[in-house]
């Protein structure tokens, strides 16, 4: 059974900085592309950040130089350090696993930047 975890989110002031974790469990991690999406309400779900299974890296404009997307294979983990945090960045982070016609989804958590 696939799962992927996210954990991390949660209530940040302007200016302030958050990880997020995703754990996948029953794919072979090393091998999938994996990405960070958000949605705030009453929009549609668009890219952060992805990240090809050798590492190359890809951030969406709106976030690139202040959020930095990693991965350990060793710990089926990728990583989403978000630094400078805006009330824009408020939404709920979903990451995804892709290889090939395989895709999986988390079940999200939430970050809300507020003061």
């Known amino acids: 059974q696939v799962q992927l975890v996210e954990s991390g989110g949660g209530l940040v002031q302007p200016g302030g900085s958050l990880r997020l974790s995703c754990v996948a469990s029953g794919i072979g991690f090393s091998i999938y592309a994996m990405a960070w999406y958000r949605q705030a309400p009453g929009k549609q779900r668009e890219l952060v950040a992805d990240i090809t299974n050798y590492g190359s890296t890809n951030y969406a404009g709106s976030v690139k130089g202040r959020f930095t997307i990693s991965r350990d294979n060793a710990k089926n983990t990728v990583y989403l350090q978000m630094n400078s945090l805006q009330p824009e960045d408020t939404a709920v982070y979903y990451c995804?696993?892709?290889?090939?016609?395989?895709?999986?989804w988390g079940q999200g958590t939430q970050v809300t930047v507020s003061s």
């Open positions: 995804s696993a892709t290889y090939k016609s395989y895709n999986y």
